[in-house]
């Protein structure tokens, strides 16, 4: 039994970046992995321009009215420099015209019947943006595995980065045991339950930014789980198995994980739900025992499986962020032996509320769920007010 | 100019749910919204059964050895009831047999030379599930409006909800406008920039489950503009402009919009960055004029355009969680006259760190940022360790 922490060590330590890369549109890029630091071909800005509009004229001259003597639009270049006692009307982004020192927003000037501008503020700020202040040629503000999200979108476009190259995605191979499994499609009878995990796995997958390829449900025959462990090993980046990892005699996964020649590094942790979550390695290939139960395995996948996915593809930020946050309502539990998981809803407060939770086969007590906290191992109550790291689902 | 509250609050009674549903697979569900609450077909558990892999018995045989009569492999039917001196072997997830009213956990135990079972620990819980403990047939532990996420697949799967129903996506048109732009595959020259925000928002549109219908750059004239609003409100849902919404000479969008008989409900905002932000509504359509600095449009679409796209989809949790969080560093700025936005980082310990930030045509202040802070009107300096409002991006 390793402890939660060392498990996510143990899981990152076992992870080999994935070799290949592709070029994709800026659109399909989202959710990928840059491979490569995007460099800048240009100054940004690539002018001295005004960051308001306004009117660009002296500072020495704000006493006075001033004289308009050009209209300078965006994406125009000024043609008059300015000098004592003149303006050029400019509006927000255009380059400021020779001379000008500073841009009086519109909203502190006025109109005089004779044309001229008059300055009706105390003070004013420059409102001009110098030639590379934001970036210089040849920086690179966005490192190779950089997530790719919308606001890393808009810096790849400035920077004429429109096809970018990304690491190719992880193929997880999905494999739910359990003869008790039916398909959501199927009605369970006698003591059949429906096969949950496996889709819950495709989706956290793909949330992931990997690839899904779903085996089925796997019947629960030394023969058959050998043969699909062995197959999803030779074709796919990462093996997740769920069930057969517990301590009934049925659960020959683990035997049979050796027999392939995968190194078991861990086979149970000291974590609630999860606890018989078994991760092992072949060559390259990571192979991950999830427990059967839905809570379980959906808490173990978002803790151990998505890091070493984005891993795999280089990714700088693998991590969900922790909030440390105030529970709204006392907390406790009746074992402390292992650090515990729960679902929680933050409300609107910024509060943490647990929900109502029997244990790890109640998947309901995710439905209104949008984080799961934790209680340190040892702990077995937390006061109203204290502070609970809750990360976000 | 309206308060952000003010602004949120006309955009969310401005939007009608959208009319269409539809058929899709389970995997496909992930990221849409759920237009029907989903009723359980069968009770969960399905029968009476072990939270725990070990030995199902009476609690008042504990203190003697048991004997071992049955094992119950999970997906089966117990054949033997339990009486006085016995026990079943039984996997997680199994019937309980007639009879037994706990189950020792396997670690809680070991097996006696004659074959016999003892059990080890001082007291045990019953680890039985009962029949409907966590859902009753008729129950819907999924509401209509649920923005599915990988759990709720997992929800959906155990109750055979395998082509959920989900609401059709909003189509919005994006429409940058401004001379000044070229797309990102062009090398920009004298004042000219590339367009940043129009990929920008195809991204964040993709990122709120919705479609990007994307017109390319709207050439600065005030008939080409109208033509291409006009086209965009008769083709799509919501129509988003970038730049043109501001105080300079060229900026007709917003007269533009009321030619067209869109109503305008607002058309500044007190907020930084942001504040030349226009919304209006003709018939059920929506239209937002954003600023053509990039990350003022950013952040007004992650505030106003994203939960008017999810509403539409009639997503009963349209609103990003906020996290209040201490300050990781004293923050000031100079002018407190609206509510402040600015790009943070979340770090290891929770804390919230400023990221330089130059004002809102720095996009390069989000390529780090995990996070927006917001700081209200009127206040100008925090002190590090007070709490700040934080929307994770």
Redesign the interface.
């Known amino acids: 039994m390793v402890l939660l922490n060392e498990a996510i060590g143990i899981v990152s330590k076992s992870v080999s970046v994935l070799k290949g890369e592709e070029q994709v549109a ?2 399909e890029s ?1 959710d990928r992995v840059l491979a490569h630091d995007v460099v800048s ?2 100054n ?4 001295r ?1 005004t ?1 308001v ?1 306004g009117y660009a004229c002296r500072a020495a001259d704000l006493d006075s009215p001033l004289r308009v003597i050009e ?1 300078i ?5 000024p043609q008059r420099a300015i000098t004592q006692g003149t303006c050029s ?1 400019i ?5 400021i015209p020779n001379g000008a020192n500073c841009v009086i927003p ?2 502190d000037t006025k109109i005089l019947p004779d044309g001229t501008i008059s300055f009706t503020a105390d003070k004013s700020k420059s409102n001009i ?1 110098e030639l590379g ?3 210089k040629i040849g920086e690179s ?3 190779k595995g ?1 997530l790719i ?14 096809s970018p190259i990304v690491l190719v995605r992880p193929k997880v191979s999905i494999l739910p045991t ?4 039916v ?6 009878h ?15 997958v ?2 992931a930014g990997a690839i ?1 390829i779903y085996h089925g449900i796997v019947a ?1 025959t030394e023969e058959v789980i050998e043969k699909a462990i062995a197959r999803a090993l030779t074709e796919t980046d990462v093996v997740v198995l769920t ?1 057969g990892v ?6 020959y996964v683990p035997r049979i994980m050796e027999r392939l020649g995968v190194r078991i590094l861990f086979d149970s942790i000291a974590v609630q739900p999860g606890r018989p979550t078994t991760f092992g390695v072949a060559g390259n290939k990571l192979i991950f025992g999830l427990p ?3 809570v379980s395995s ?1 808490i173990q996948f978002e803790l151990l499986v998505k890091p070493s996915l984005l891993m795999m593809m280089r990714c700088n ?1 693998p991590y969900a ?5 105030p529970l709204a309502n006392d907390y406790s539990r009746k074992r402390a032996e292992r650090l515990g998981l729960f679902p929680i809803i ?1 409300n ?1 407060n ?1 509060e943490v509320e647990p929900l109502e939770y ?7 007590a ?2 209104r ?2 984080g799961i906290a934790s209680i340190a191992l040892g702990v077995n109550k937390m006061k109203k007010g204290e502070l609970v ?1 809750v990360r ?2």
Do not use: W
């Open positions: 800026l659109a989202l071909d240009i940004m800005p690539p002018f321009k960051a509009d209209v639009a965006a994406g125009t270049t009307k509006m927000t982004g255009s380059p519109v909203e943006c202040e934001d970036i503000p966005l490192s950089t999200r919308p606001q890393h979108i808009a810096i790849m476009a400035a920077l004429g980065c429109h359990g003869d008790e499994l398909e959501p499609t199927e009605i369970p006698g003591s059949k339950i429906r096969n949950s995990n496996g889709h819950q796995l495709i989706a956290q793909l949330s899904p629960d069930g517990s301590m009934g005699d049925f659960d059967g139960n839905p959906f930020t962020p922790i909030y440390r946050l933050v609107a910024g029997h244990g790890s086969a109640h998947i309901f995710l439905a769920a949008n790291d976000s689902i």
